[in-house]
């Protein structure tokens, strides 16, 4: 299987925790995006990255959220302190730069924070 | 900047029936528009997209769209719906790296 890969899928833990989230993009793509999805909502951006430089940051993104993509390829979301109000589904999409932005999305993380 | 309307947050249809799942979208420029299909607990899964040429575009599952740029519209349609058809649909719209979504139609087909 070729395609956008996420891990894991599911996390339950505890408010004031740290979590970590990992996505795989599919290897040729040179662009990878999170997303954040509640509940009735279509995905809202997070941040992208075009091969290790992260490019733009959604003003959702808080203190508390960083991501990184070290080498280009794989990619971390890392949620500080987690609060009730970050329970969500955390999408990952990777894409060509250069082209139509048609984007190929991972099976995403289900965060739920108690 | 762009943004996405989905004029439906909820149709509901019998299974056969026809369906029509609405999309408007605005932006100053030219885009991409794309509809996606989201199945409980997963990510999402690409229908269909108009990049340009022809306006009405074929996708997978027997579903196609219209693009009408005087109306800025870009709506869903299946011509018999199936069971397996259950599922939250997203209109999106693309200018550049940024790529909108709508907040979602769900599609209840019952038998």
């Known amino acids: 299987d070729t395609g956008v890969s996420q891990n894991p899928r599911h996390k339950i833990t505890k408010r004031g925790q740290n979590v970590t989230f990992r996505c795989d993009p599919i290897?040729?793509?040179?662009?990878l995006y999170w997303y954040r999805q509640t509940l009735g909502q279509g995905p809202e951006f997070l941040t992208y990255?075009?091969?290790?430089?992260?490019?733009?940051k959604s003003r959702l993104l808080s203190d508390r959220f960083s991501a990184e993509r070290p080498k280009g390829s794989f990619s971390t979301l890392e949620i500080q302190r987690t609060e009730q109000g970050d329970s969500a589904m955390y999408l990952c999409?990777?894409?060509?730069?250069?082209?139509?932005?048609?984007?190929?999305f991972g099976p995403g993380t289900r965060l739920t924070v108690l | 900047a762009q943004s996405v309307t989905q004029l439906d947050s909820q149709v509901p249809v019998f299974e056969e029936a026809p369906v029509e799942l609405r999309c408007n979208y605005s932006?100053?420029?030219?885009?991409?528009l794309f509809w996606y299909v989201q199945y409980p607990n997963q990510g999402l899964q690409l229908l269909l997209k108009?990049?340009?040429?022809?306006?009405l575009v074929k996708g997978i599952n027997g579903f196609e769209a219209e693009f009408n740029k005087s109306q800025t519209s870009f709506h869903l349609r299946k011509p018999s719906v199936h069971i397996s058809d259950t599922a939250e649909y997203f209109c999106?719209?693309?200018?550049?790296?940024?790529?909108?979504f709508g907040a979602g139609t769900r599609l209840t087909v019952k038998p």
């Open positions: 108009y990049l340009s040429g022809s306006t």
């Open positions: 932006s100053s420029v030219s885009v991409y």
């Open positions: 990255f075009q091969n290790e430089a992260q490019l733009e």
């Open positions: 999106a719209v693309s200018e550049g790296y940024d790529m909108r």
């Open positions: 999409a990777s894409t060509t730069s250069g082209g139509y932005n048609e984007q190929f």
């Open positions: 290897s040729e793509h040179n662009r």
